[in-house]
Every structure is written in structure tokens, then in C-alpha cells.
């Protein structure tokens, strides 16, 4: 296993725990913290055994607080499009990851660090949590995908109010406008997480990967391909053995054994 200095790194079972573990900078991702973050979820990928991720960051106030100040602070315009491309790579690598990531938000998920949790397949948080893109206050906008995954989630009309005042939303409404799946007292947040993560891991992993992929990029396409493309994709599940598996078990009323072949 690598040997991570800004992340935590666990295996718990078919589960694997990231933790962003920069507490005193509020996990500010800088770009170590990229590049680390980037290694675990290629270890995940290449590891059978792993069956679902939970992000989460350390200490009590921050899930992360963006993207880091002083990185940015020195960037122009070149710098800032590859400082950009490079942040956008790695999310879209999690976001296309075919193993379920839940993010944790247990506090400030700011700039960068809302962008991270949405590009998570599914966010909890705690009741303390925070989110928001400030980066106008920084005199720029989001960078890795947030104008973009925001407007999706959360409709146009609530990401442009989030994105023109900067301002900062808690948990309660973050989960109105459909920011997030569901809101957890501080003390419950990762229990949840983790219970969630374990009962997405024990689903027939080829399907999990066939759901990702349908909505990942079926939601780009025009209906009809993207209808087109989810027959595809269910042809393919009906060739695994866990459907065979899956379909037998419920015929003979015991629960499945799914093997992800
Ligand atoms: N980049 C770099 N460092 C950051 C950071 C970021 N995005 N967010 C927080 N930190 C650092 C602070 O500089 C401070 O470091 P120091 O102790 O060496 O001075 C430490 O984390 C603690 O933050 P602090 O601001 O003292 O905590 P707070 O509780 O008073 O305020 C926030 C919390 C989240 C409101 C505040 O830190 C903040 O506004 N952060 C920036 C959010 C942002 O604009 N993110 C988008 C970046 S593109």
C-alpha cells in the first residue's frame, strides 16, 4: 500500500476509507493532496477486492476547504487552465471510477472541495456541514467542473445563486436543492457512510459498474441514444453470471452470492 502523507488510506473489508488529513489547513487540496488522492483511487481500481470507496476529510470543521489559496495565487492564465485540466482529470477519473464512492461531508465543503464531494457517486453529510463556491470572491470561478456538475445537480437557478454571491449554504438546504442524498447528526455521519458503502459493496459489482456508466454517460446523450445505450448495457449484465446468480436466488428465496463476473 503506498505511503500517504496528506490522505488516509484503509481497507475495511470490501470497503476503502480516503480521508483528507490535513486538519490544520482545513484539507485544502493542494495539489500533493491531488496527486495522493489520484494514487488511492487508482489503488482501489486495480484491487478485486475493493468494492465501494467513503471520502471523507479529518478533524471536526472541514470535509475540504477548496482548492489551496496559495497555490492559486501565483497561477496566470496558462498555469491556471493546466491547474484546472489537472484538478478536472482526476475527478472525472473518480466520477467514471466503476466502484460506488460516498463522500462524508462532516463540515466546510468549499470551491474545490464541493467540487470533489460532487463528483462522488453519492454525498451524505453531517448537519454541520457547509457547502459552497466562494471563488468569486476570489476574483475567479470554479474550476474543476463545478459550474458544471452544480448546475446539473442542483438546477441552473440554484448553482447560479451559489455561484454569483459566493455565499456559503448548510447541510438542510443543500439537501432541498439536491446537493446532497441525506443529512446525519456529526456523531452518526461516517457510521452511515461506511453501513452505506458496505451494502453498495455487496450488490453484483459488474451491475453497480453497468449503473455508474448508464447515468455517468448516458446523461450527456440525447434520450434515445441514451436509452439505446442503456439496452447495450443491459444486454451485457444479462451475460454475467451474477445474473444468472442474482435471477436464481430470487427463484429459489435465498439471498445471492454475487462473485462480479
Ligand atoms: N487554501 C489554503 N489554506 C486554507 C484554505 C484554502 N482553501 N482554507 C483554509 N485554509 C487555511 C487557513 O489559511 C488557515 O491556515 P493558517 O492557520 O496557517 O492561517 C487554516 O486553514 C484554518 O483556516 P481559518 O481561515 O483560520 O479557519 P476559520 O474557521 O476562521 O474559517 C473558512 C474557515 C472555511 C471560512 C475559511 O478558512 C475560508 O474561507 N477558506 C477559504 C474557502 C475558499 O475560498 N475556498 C475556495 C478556494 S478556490
Same mark, same amino acid.
Not at 435471477?247 to 439471498?255: Q, S
Given at each position: 500500500m503506498s505511503d500517504f502523507k496528506n490522505i488516509l488510506f !484503509?481497507?475495511?473489508?470490501?470497503?476503502?476509507?480516503?480521508?483528507? /488529513?490535513?486538519? +490544520?489547513?482545513? /484539507?485544502?487540496?493542494?495539489?500533493?493532496?491531488?496527486? +495522493?488522492? %489520484? +494514487?488511492?483511487?487508482?489503488?482501489?481500481?486495480?484491487?478485486?477486492? @475493493?468494492?465501494?470507496v467513503v471520502l471523507t476529510g479529518a478533524g471536526p470543521k472541514? &470535509?475540504?476547504?477548496?482548492a489551496d489559496i496559495t497555490e492559486i495565487a501565483g497561477l496566470d492564465a496558462e498555469g491556471g487552465k493546466a491547474f484546472a485540466l489537472r484538478g478536472q482529470g482526476l475527478f472525472r477519473k473518480m466520477e467514471r471510477s466503476l466502484k460506488p464512492v460516498v463522500a462524508a461531508v462532516n463540515g466546510f465543503a468549499l470551491g474545490g472541495g464541493c467540487e470533489l464531494a460532487m463528483a462522488c457517486h453519492i454525498r451524505l453529510? %453531517?448537519?454541520?456541514?457547509?457547502?459552497? =463556491?466562494?471563488e468569486i470572491s476570489l476574483g475567479i470561478i470554479p474550476g474543476y467542473g463545478g459550474? =458544471?456538475?452544480?448546475? $446539473?445537480?442542483a438546477g441552473r437557478s440554484a448553482a447560479l445563486e451559489m455561484l454569483l454571491t459566493g455565499d456559503r449554504i448548510p447541510a438542510a438546504r443543500a439537501k432541498e436543492i439536491g446537493l446532497? /442524498?441525506?443529512?446525519?447528526?456529526?456523531?452518526?455521519?461516517?457510521? !452511515?457512510?461506511l453501513a452505506l458503502a458496505e451494502k453498495l459493496? @455487496?450488490? @453484483?459489482?459488474? @451491475?453497480?459498474?453497468?449503473?455508474i456508466e448508464a447515468v455517468t454517460y448516458g446523461s450527456d446523450m440525447p434520450l434515445e441514444e441514451a436509452c439505446y445505450y442503456e439496452a447495450t448495457l443491459f444486454g451485457l449484465a444479462c451475460a454475467t453470471?451474477?445474473?444468472?446468480?442474482g435471477? $436464481?436466488? &430470487?427463484?429459489?428465496? $435465498?439471498?445471492p452470492k454475487f462473485k462480479g463476473r
Open positions: !484503509e481497507k475495511k473489508g470490501a470497503v476503502s476509507l480516503i480521508t483528507l /488529513n490535513r486538519p +490544520e489547513k482545513l /484539507n485544502a487540496l493542494d495539489s500533493s493532496t491531488l496527486k +495522493e488522492l %489520484s +494514487e488511492a483511487f487508482a489503488e482501489v481500481d486495480g484491487d478485486e477486492a @475493493a468494492r465501494a472541514a &470535509f475540504a476547504a477548496g453529510a %453531517s448537519e454541520t456541514a457547509w457547502f459552497g =463556491q466562494p459550474t =458544471q456538475r452544480l448546475s $446539473r445537480l446532497v /442524498n441525506a443529512v446525519f447528526p456529526p456523531d452518526k455521519l461516517l457510521g !452511515e457512510a459493496a @455487496a450488490k @453484483a459489482p459488474l @451491475a453497480a459498474a453497468y449503473c453470471e451474477d445474473m444468472k446468480e435471477t $436464481r436466488a &430470487f427463484l429459489e428465496k $435465498r439471498p
